[in-house]
């Protein structure tokens, strides 16, 4: 029988880039992961979530993220309540 990994989820999401997209998600804890979109063989994939080393307060997350060059904001909906990040 597999492990099952521990998991966390987002309590909220962010969205952004300049030329590849890039996720970035708070977890339940304050600290901010991130992902990015890229091209493989059979299209585009997201690669798995890393820990940034940033942390931020969880009960007040900020309106936006400074990633690289782009600035990433706040989602909208419910999408990202869905993902589930690195324990």
């Excluded at 962010?14 to 977890?27: F, K, M």
């Excluded at 063989?41 to 990633?67: C, F, H, L, Q, R």
């Amino acid at each position: 029988m597999a492990k099952a990994r521990k998991t966390k989820n987002a309590i909220q999401g962010y969205a952004g880039g300049i030329q590849s997209l890039v996720e970035a998600a708070v977890s339940e804890t304050g600290k901010v992961f991130k992902r990015y979109q890229s091209k493989g063989a059979y299209g585009y994939a997201w690669g798995p979530w890393t820990d940034t080393g940033m942390t931020v307060p969880a009960d007040a997350p900020p309106g936006s993220i400074e990633s690289g060059f782009s600035t990433l904001y706040r989602m909208q909906g419910e999408t990202w309540k869905k993902w589930r990040l690195p324990a």
